[in-house]
């Protein structure tokens, strides 16, 4: 088992964000990052900067960005710096958008227009030269390709992942026939692209927190196990084993949905109604099983040594909770030990 540890960028409290970087490096987590959304956070490129200069082992990257608000030279630009900064450690993660692009008045991606940009960056750092939206763009200063990960939420994601990715954050969720299938899609989608599921560097995305029981950890990120149950509710139902009694309320979580009170927790000053839904809309348990690691640190071993019986390897830790140098020491006190770490 391999574990990451995201943590939004916050310029107003710098030296938290440096500690939190090194404490997850020295705790041995694999992977550290930070996402893109200006309207709740600083610039992530500057974070990843700051993210390289603490750390020395951990691969850094974005978790994650979108097509949608930087031109794909902007972005290889931009991540090929942080690339260089940390000796090659990084990775950029991209998705269609989240409130990184609804709280900037703009719609996401289409997964075509995805793919387009995905493969514009990889023929960027390769040949110095793509096509994009019909016309030559130029990016001339560096030849070291930088991973490219995606975060699938759905079928068609899926499908586009496993053909083009290099590695993947998992958003469908930790019931057993969700990972039996989402593993399925990506072996098939790759294969049919000519390489192998093995060829992907496969992570499942987790809504985390400790707490003195079950109930009490998930109180502490309403509004993050919220935001996942959100990004669930988009697009189709098909593919995505959703009950069909969940399907209604999962929508009316989306028609309210505010996506400035997107990584919000109950000790902020400005609250919003994304919290109160878990409990109104009766989504407590569903969201939580589906998307959470949450509860004691025995609670934590039990969830994920389960996990790991049915194909899951590594887990990237969303930073929601208050307390995140706390959340990281133990793990690395309280969990670690009792798993197999590689």
């Given at each position: 088992m391999r574990f990451a540890f995201g943590n939004g960028f916050s310029p107003t409290k710098l030296d938290e964000f440096r500690a939190v970087a090194r404490a997850a490096d020295d705790a041995g987590f694999a992977m550290t990052m930070t996402g893109d959304s200006p309207a709740l956070g600083g610039d992530h490129y500057v974070g990843l900067a700051m993210v390289a200069l603490s750390t020395t082992r951990a691969r850094i990257g974005s978790y994650i960005s979108n097509?949608?608000?930087?031109?794909p030279v902007v972005a290889a630009a931009a991540i090929a710096s942080v690339n260089e900064i940390?000796?090659?450690r990084a990775f950029l993660g991209l998705s269609t958008?989240?409130?990184g692009v609804y709280n900037l008045g703009l719609k996401p991606a289409t997964q075509a227009q995805l793919e387009e940009y995905i493969l514009t960056i990889k023929t960027l750092f390769e040949k110095g030269e793509a096509q994009f939206q019909g016309t030559t763009v130029h990016f001339g200063w560096s030849r070291r390709a930088v991973p490219i990960y995606m975060a699938p939420g759905g079928p068609k994601g899926l499908r586009l992942a496993g053909r083009i990715a290099d590695g993947v954050f998992l958003e469908t969720g930790f019931i057993p026939e969700v990972i039996e299938d989402t593993l399925q899609q990506l072996a098939d989608a790759a294969r049919e692209a000519g390489r192998s599921i093995d060829d992907l560097d496969i992570?499942?995305?987790a809504r985390a927190s400790f707490g003195k029981?079950?109930?009490d950890a998930i109180d502490q990120i309403p509004s993050g196990i919220l935001g996942i149950g959100n990004r669930l509710a988009r697009f189709q139902k098909e593919g995505k084993f959703i009950p069909d009694e969940i399907w209604p309320r999962l929508q009316e979580l989306k028609r309210r949905y505010d996506f400035m009170g997107h990584h919000e927790r109950?000790?902020?000053t400005r609250p919003t109604s994304n919290a109160t839904m878990l409990d109104e809309l009766g989504l407590r348990?569903?969201?939580?099983?589906r998307f959470a690691i949450v509860g004691t640190p025995e609670d934590f071993v039990t969830r994920i040594k389960r996990l790991e019986s049915l194909g899951v390897r590594n887990i990237a830790f969303s930073g929601l909770m208050s307390d995140k140098l706390g959340f990281i020491e133990c793990v690395r006190s309280a969990v670690m030990p009792h798993l197999s770490m590689h």
């Open positions: 097509p949608v608000t930087r031109h940390a000796g090659g958008g989240d409130s992570w499942w995305h029981s079950i109930d109950p000790d902020q348990e569903y969201l939580s099983e």
